[in-house]
């Protein structure tokens, strides 16, 4: 079973940039496609960046292409979301999780993290 641990989101100014990690607990982690998803206030999930288990294949959503950029490194059992160039619309509780299937879809993840919250000032 993967525990996720989400860090690194907080407070920053437009235009500004944040790296976020998720720390996974096992040693099988380069088997599972990881996803960064992100929740806004009153919104749905939604899919912001996904990798393949040994990084040769990634996936963004339209609105981040560009600024975003999801890494990982399976040696140290851990994801990685880029962030440059925020925007106020970016603000929301970032989650990471862990599957079995590509493309990534979230209804079929198997694993969550808790979250980190990400708040982008105008």
């Known amino acids: 079973q993967e525990h996720l641990v989400e860090s690194g989101g907080g407070l920053v100014q437009a235009g500004g940039s944040l790296r976020l990690s998720c720390a996974a607990s096992?040693?099988?982690?380069?088997?599972?496609?990881m996803g960064w998803f992100l929740q806004a206030p009153g919104k749905e999930r939604e899919l912001v960046a996904a990798?393949?288990?040994?990084?040769?294949?990634?996936d963004y959503s339209n609105s981040v292409k560009g600024r975003f950029t999801i890494s990982r490194d399976n040696a140290k059992n851990t994801v990685y979301l880029q962030m440059n160039n925020l925007k106020p619309e970016d603000t929301a509780v970032y989650y990471c999780?862990?599957?079995?299937?590509?493309?990534?879809?979230?209804?079929?993840?198997?694993?969550w993290g808790k979250g980190t919250r990400v708040t982008v000032d105008p």
């Open positions: 999780a862990a599957g079995t299937r590509w493309p990534i879809d979230s209804r079929v993840m198997n694993y």
């Open positions: 096992e040693h099988t982690f380069s088997r599972y496609v």
């Open positions: 990798i393949f288990g040994d990084g040769t294949m990634t």
